[in-house]
């Protein structure tokens, strides 16, 4: 049984940092590219950053480049996402998930984590 759990959420002021972690069990971790995504309220599930399965690569949305940074350990099954500077905008529900490598659907969806930015 696949399962991504993500954590790490939590209510900070503007111009904080929080890190959060998504830990993946039931699949081979590092044959998977990891993507994070976010939902604010009333607005769609958006693309915030991607890293390939071997870490040798890395893509963000143009909103967050240059403040986030996505990481992996594939020897903890875990993404990583260093989130710095954050804003009010970056106020949603926090997604990790998996991409087979090779194919551009993702497959597993984590459960999500909040994050509130207070201005």
């Known amino acids: 049984q696949v399962q991504l759990v993500e954590s790490g959420g939590g209510l900070v002021q503007a111009g904080d940092s929080l890190r959060l972690s998504c830990t993946a069990s039931?699949?081979?971790?590092?044959?998977?590219?990891m993507g994070w995504f976010r939902q604010a309220p009333g607005k769609e599930r958006a693309f915030v950053a991607w890293?390939?399965?071997?870490?040798?690569?890395?893509n963000y949305a143009d909103s967050v480049k240059g403040r986030f940074t996505v990481s992996r350990d594939n020897a903890k099954n875990t993404v990583y996402l260093q989130m710095n500077s954050l804003k009010a905008e970056d106020t949603a529900v926090y997604y990790c998930a998996t991409q087979y490598k090779g194919y551009s659907d993702y497959n597993y969806w984590g459960q999500g984590t909040q994050v509130t930015v207070s201005s």
């Open positions: 890293i390939r399965w071997t870490g040798s690569s890395t």
């Open positions: 039931g699949v081979t971790f590092s044959s998977y590219s």
